[in-house]
């Protein structure tokens, strides 16, 4: 089940008892991974707690569920419709609402990198494989000065701790965890910590972990997915 957001609502029906209702949907079928429209028949009845209906893809002839929960009645201004949802879950990537606030990704950074997860969507893996190499070159534009713009992305990788403390951002994240321990374990009423705090403190060790544990996980499955292929050598010195 996955929450769609309003703006995939693209048509509303407004019944005599004064419940809105999402008629028509553009979003992605969960069974063909096509963006779609749906056009939802919901049945007479409405309990405004729950409401369900199932919707044909027109692309595959599935029937996905529709379901919409905590329906608001129409009263004024009020046009808010309740929270839809499409059941099953499309198995797709959403974007990372992150990215759109590095203030030092240009336009054309959060373009290429939305463009990679679009195509990775609708399963064009050689063209997420491009954009991928892509996203990472224009981070190195980013990161490194105009005299290293030249130089192969290999070499601009390998020199890239002469321009980016890249070990700066772990010690600090370490220290903050470590300074946020130290508010509770010393007794200070002026100075105790809030769920904020530790909130932050949780996904922070969280973020450690991954950085310190999982991350070279992954890495490694990625380098030895890349080694099974066959000629992955060629292909690296092919294109360095
Ligand atoms: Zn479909």
Redesign the pocket.
Request: glycine share 4%; with cysteine.
């Given at each position: 089940m996955k929450k769609l957001a309003d703006s995939s609502i693209v048509e509303i029906e407004e019944r005599s008892e004064g419940i809105v209702l999402p008629v028509s949907v553009d979003t992605v079928?969960?069974?063909?991974?096509?963006q779609?429209n749906f056009s939802i028949k919901w049945p007479n009845y409405i309990d405004t707690e729950v409401a369900y209906a199932r919707s044909r893809?027109?692309?595959?002839?599935?029937n996905?569920k529709f379901m919409l929960f905590d329906l608001p009645m129409r009263d004024g201004n009020d046009d808010e419709i309740g929270d839809l949802y499409i059941s099953p879950a499309p198995d797709i990537k959403d974007v990372n609402k992150d990215i759109s606030r590095i203030e030092e990704f240009s336009v054309g950074l959060k373009k290429a990198y939305s463009s990679a997860i679009n195509v990775f969507n609708i399963g064009e893996w050689t063209a997420t494989t491009v954009l991928c190499r892509r996203l990472l070159e224009g981070i190195m534009k980013k990161l490194l000065p105009d005299e290293e713009q030249n130089k192969s992305l290999a070499k601009q990788l390998e020199i890239l701790p002469k321009y980016v403390e890249l070990q700066k951002p772990i010690i600090l994240l370490g220290d903050a965890i470590r300074k946020g321990g130290n508010l509770g374990a010393h007794f200070d009423l002026e100075k105790e910590p809030d769920k904020l705090t530790a909130t932050l403190m949780l996904e922070l060790l969280d973020d450690l972990i991954d950085y310190l544990f999982i991350l070279p996980q992954r890495i490694n499955e990625l380098r030895q997915q890349i080694e099974k292929m066959p000629n992955s050598e060629q292909a690296d010195s092919h294109l360095a």
């Amino acid at each position: 089940m996955k929450k769609l957001a309003d703006s995939s609502i693209v048509e509303i029906e407004e019944r005599s008892e004064g419940i809105v209702l999402p008629v028509s949907v553009d979003t992605v079928c969960p069974y063909c991974l096509k963006q779609v429209n749906f056009s939802i028949k919901w049945p007479n009845y409405i309990d405004t707690e729950v409401a369900y209906a199932r919707s044909r893809c027109s692309g595959c002839g599935e029937n996905p569920k529709f379901m919409l929960f905590d329906l608001p009645m129409r009263d004024g201004n009020d046009d808010e419709i309740g929270d839809l949802y499409i059941s099953p879950a499309p198995d797709i990537k959403d974007v990372n609402k992150d990215i759109s606030r590095i203030e030092e990704f240009s336009v054309g950074l959060k373009k290429a990198y939305s463009s990679a997860i679009n195509v990775f969507n609708i399963g064009e893996w050689t063209a997420t494989t491009v954009l991928c190499r892509r996203l990472l070159e224009g981070i190195m534009k980013k990161l490194l000065p105009d005299e290293e713009q030249n130089k192969s992305l290999a070499k601009q990788l390998e020199i890239l701790p002469k321009y980016v403390e890249l070990q700066k951002p772990i010690i600090l994240l370490g220290d903050a965890i470590r300074k946020g321990g130290n508010l509770g374990a010393h007794f200070d009423l002026e100075k105790e910590p809030d769920k904020l705090t530790a909130t932050l403190m949780l996904e922070l060790l969280d973020d450690l972990i991954d950085y310190l544990f999982i991350l070279p996980q992954r890495i490694n499955e990625l380098r030895q997915q890349i080694e099974k292929m066959p000629n992955s050598e060629q292909a690296d010195s092919h294109l360095a």
